[in-house]
């Protein structure tokens, strides 16, 4: 099947399938230059970044630019970047069928990490160990609760890095936080409470899935301090301490031991989505909730913005209470994450790889965040603490307003995320940008970033 993918400052959009290897990346290039999508001039990602993004050896990228400088193509020199040769644009043919393009050129779309920075290198290394030393009779039918060599894995690691307490008796692995929803959803209501509380505002994706489950969804407001906890009349409440999403504020230590001291008096259960807790730029990450009341907090974690949402990879770690209806919703469900990938996972932890992964990580998204914020014109000033891989840009009441900002952002082809549809309760809100600086490739960052000023430039009123 064709792999899509666009170059920084050119943004051109090419088919390229892997399996057709260095012969066929130069005729995806070739193509984009006679169809006319890379034009005269336009400058080619760095050899390295492209390498990396594809993920194949940058060798074989040297050789596709040389290759294609040698028939005129490109115009390569030592040190520059490689740009399409004035001959290259000659050699253009009738432009042919145009493969689909992407909806929009860039995105700040929120959610999402640096894909090209997955760890293929060491997955795959961590895939062969796997393979060599793995008995088949783990390849059979799963225990629920996920692979037992994970759990073990895992509640070391959350333990170390989260300070959560975790036993691997009381661990699932699930399918990412969305999954993990639907199965305390699913557990809660078997138990006869089917109410949850989210934040308000809150990713309303969650909200939908939990009331697919049989949830009736019920809203808390957050303020600077976080949840509102004073404000809590709900069996279940789910919050995200660490870094409230989409707000990016923190639970307050006040709130944090508010909100604990409320579910031991009330019996209620928290659910702790700390989905970006790794990335705290500004101090250590304070630790996860979980810690303050195991049997009364529901911890979840995922991968998803550590490695790649397209893994399908998360954990629970419940209060004891939890763990046979949990498990009982996963049987009940018929899937499970895959053993091998669980496998795979649990390599990377135990050999330090993951955690080397994560560093890196964090370094990348802090300088991102860094550059973000310097390159800010008056009068946006970012809301919340320095973590994450998504920021909230509010907008000042004097507009533009989000629908504007969005509007004009796609007519750059950039595709911008409002504040507006995480809100539950009807009314008048404060307005802002959620800007996922996360997701474009590292190559594409700087453009990505050029494009969200000129966006501002165009909306905002001098
Ligand atoms: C607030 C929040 N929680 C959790 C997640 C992770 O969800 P999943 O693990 O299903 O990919 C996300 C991803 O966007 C998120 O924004």
Redesign the pocket.
């Known amino acids: 099947m064709a792999t899509s993918w666009s170059s920084s400052g050119t943004d051109v959009h090419l088919d390229w399938d892997p399996r057709t290897g260095r012969r066929g990346l130069a005729d995806a290039i070739r193509d984009a230059v006679r169809t006319g999508r890379l034009e005269h001039g336009a400058e080619l990602p760095s050899t390295r970044s492209l390498a990396r993004d594809l993920g194949i050896a940058r060798g074989t990228v040297t050789r596709v630019y040389t290759d294609l400088a040698a028939e005129g193509y490109l115009s390569t020199s030592q040190g520059a970047p490689a740009r399409v040769a004035a001959g290259g644009a000659r050699l253009a043919a009738r432009p042919r069928s145009r493969p689909e393009k992407p909806a929009t050129r860039w995105s700040l779309q ?3 990490p640096d894909l090209s920075a997955f760890p293929r290198a060491e997955w795959l290394s961590a895939t062969r160990r796997v393979l060599q030393r793995t008995p088949a009779s783990e390849f059979g039918y799963l225990e629920q609760r996920g692979v037992g060599a994970l759990r073990v894995a895992l509640a070391r690691h959350l333990a170390r890095s989260r300070g959560v307490v975790a036993d691997p008796e009381r661990i699932v692995v699930c ?6 929803i639907s199965l305390l959803a699913t557990a809660l209501r078997e138990r006869g409470n089917p109410e949850i509380a989210f934040e308000d505002p ?2 309303w994706v ?1 909200r939908e899935i939990a009331a697919a489950a049989g949830a009736r969804i019920s809203a808390v407001p957050v303020d600077a301090d976080g949840l509102r906890v004073s404000e809590l009349d709900s069996p279940a409440v789910v919050v ?1 301490p660490a870094h409230q ?1 989409p707000l990016g504020v923190t639970l307050a230590p006040h709130r944090r031991a508010e909100l604990t001291r409320w579910a031991s008096a009330s019996g209620a259960i928290v659910i702790e ?1 700390d ?1 970006d807790g790794e990335f705290r730029y500004d101090r250590k990450p304070v630790g996860a909730l979980q810690a303050l009341a195991p049997e009364r907090i529901a911890y979840a974690g ?4 550590t490695l790649a ?1 397209g893994l ?1 990879m ?1 954990w629970l770690v419940l209060p004891r209470s939890l763990v046979e209806p949990v498990r009982g919703a996963m049987a009940a469900s018929g899937w499970r994450p895959p053993a091998m990938e669980q496998l795979v996972l649990a390599e990377l932890l135990d050999s330090d790889a993951y955690d080397r992964h994560v560093r890196r990580c964090r370094a990348a998204y802090r300088s991102r965040r860094d550059r973000l914020l310097a390159a800010l014109p008056e009068p946006l000033v970012p809301a919340g603490i320095s973590a994450g891989v998504q920021l909230l840009l509010p907008l000042p009441e004097s507009g533009p307003g989000e629908r504007e900002v969005v509007a004009a952002a796609k007519r750059r082809s950039l595709t911008l995320q409002a504040l507006g549809p995480h809100w539950i309760r009807p009314g008048a809100h404060p307005e802002g940008i959620v800007v996922g600086y996360g997701t474009p490739a590292e190559h594409a960052f700087l453009p990505t970033v050029e494009t969200l000023l000129a966006t501002f430039g165009d909306v905002i009123r001098a």
């Open positions: 929120p959610g999402q399918g990412g936080f969305s999954h993990g809150s990713l969650f995200t999403y989505d989905y995922t991968a998803s913005k949402p399908r998360g």
